[in-house]
């Protein structure tokens, strides 16, 4: 029996392990524009936000934080999207949901191509009705933004059998802020902690085989 009609999967750090990718990119914006490097804590900051917005968190103008998109997106095209992998147990996860006819979409605030051809690189585009991605503008930047895209796509009239799953606070606060369920992944990048304070009910898995046990109820 289904809980869910329609489950939404963030990219980084729910469907895949992109940490190493991010990272290496993030590394030559600072590199190639002649800034500090950040320390670690403040580096992992950077998967799952928007890079624009990462950036100007870390005091870089509109202008910089632009021209820093763009180092990232050409470093992530020759080098970064390779460093990617889908986490162990996940693609058996997707495919017992589909065969029991959950709708899957992916909702991240990654750059739409990028998110496209990581999906279809990972071979698990077969899985998913609809993939929704960040805009290069601010019309669709943040991950409420991007949900609320998806779910007009699918045409979800139940939001009540609708779920996002995550592993960010930016993830949590999506779902709350368009008023659907959240799954939170603790194997990702996230902390409980940090989804919690966006989040408060939310449930919580630390491995991908335990998202099919929520959405799919054993009678």
């Given at each position: 029996?289904k809980k869910?009609?329609?489950?939404?999967f963030?990219?980084d750090?729910?469907?895949?392990?992109?940490?190493?990718?991010?990272?290496?990119?993030?590394?030559?914006?600072f590199?190639?524009?002649g800034?500090p490097?950040?320390?670690?804590?403040?580096?992992?900051t950077?998967i799952?936000p928007p890079m624009?917005?990462?950036?100007?968190r870390c005091?870089f103008s509109?202008e910089?934080?632009e021209d820093?998109?763009e180092?990232?997106k050409?470093?992530?095209?020759?080098?970064?999207?390779?460093?990617?992998?889908?986490?162990?147990?996940?693609?058996q996860?997707?495919a017992?949901?589909?065969?029991n006819?959950v709708?899957?979409?992916?909702a991240?605030t990654?750059y739409y191509p990028?998110?496209e051809?990581i999906?279809?690189?990972?071979?698990i585009?077969?899985?998913?009705d609809?993939?929704?991605g960040?805009?290069?503008?601010t019309?669709?930047r943040t991950?409420?933004?991007?949900?609320?895209?998806?779910?007009e796509?699918?045409?979800?009239?139940?939001?009540?059998?609708?779920?996002m799953?995550?592993d960010?606070k930016?993830?949590a606060e999506?779902?709350?802020?368009?008023g659907?369920?959240?799954?939170?992944?603790?194997?990702?990048?996230?902390?409980?902690e940090e989804?919690?304070s966006?989040?408060?009910n939310?449930?919580?898995?630390k491995?991908?085989?335990?998202i099919e046990?929520i959405?799919i109820?054993?009678?």
């Amino acid at each position: 029996m289904k809980k869910y009609d329609i489950a939404l999967f963030d990219l980084d750090g729910t469907l895949s392990e992109s940490g190493e990718g991010i990272l290496y990119c993030v590394r030559k914006i600072f590199e190639e524009t002649g800034r500090p490097l950040p320390d670690e804590k403040t580096l992992g900051t950077f998967i799952g936000p928007p890079m624009y917005d990462s950036l100007r968190r870390c005091g870089f103008s509109h202008e910089d934080a632009e021209d820093g998109v763009e180092i990232y997106k050409r470093n992530f095209v020759e080098t970064g999207i390779y460093k990617n992998k889908v986490y162990a147990g996940m693609e058996q996860v997707l495919a017992v949901l589909k065969e029991n006819g959950v709708r899957l979409g992916v909702a991240t605030t990654k750059y739409y191509p990028f998110a496209e051809r990581i999906i279809k690189m990972l071979g698990i585009e077969k899985y998913f009705d609809f993939i929704g991605g960040a805009t290069a503008g601010t019309e669709r930047r943040t991950k409420a933004k991007v949900i609320s895209w998806c779910l007009e796509n699918m045409g979800a009239d139940d939001k009540i059998r609708v779920v996002m799953i995550g592993d960010t606070k930016y993830d949590a606060e999506g779902a709350d802020a368009v008023g659907i369920d959240f799954i939170g992944c603790l194997y990702g990048y996230g902390t409980k902690e940090e989804m919690d304070s966006f989040f408060g009910n939310a449930v919580y898995v630390k491995t991908p085989s335990e998202i099919e046990k929520i959405i799919i109820v054993q009678r």
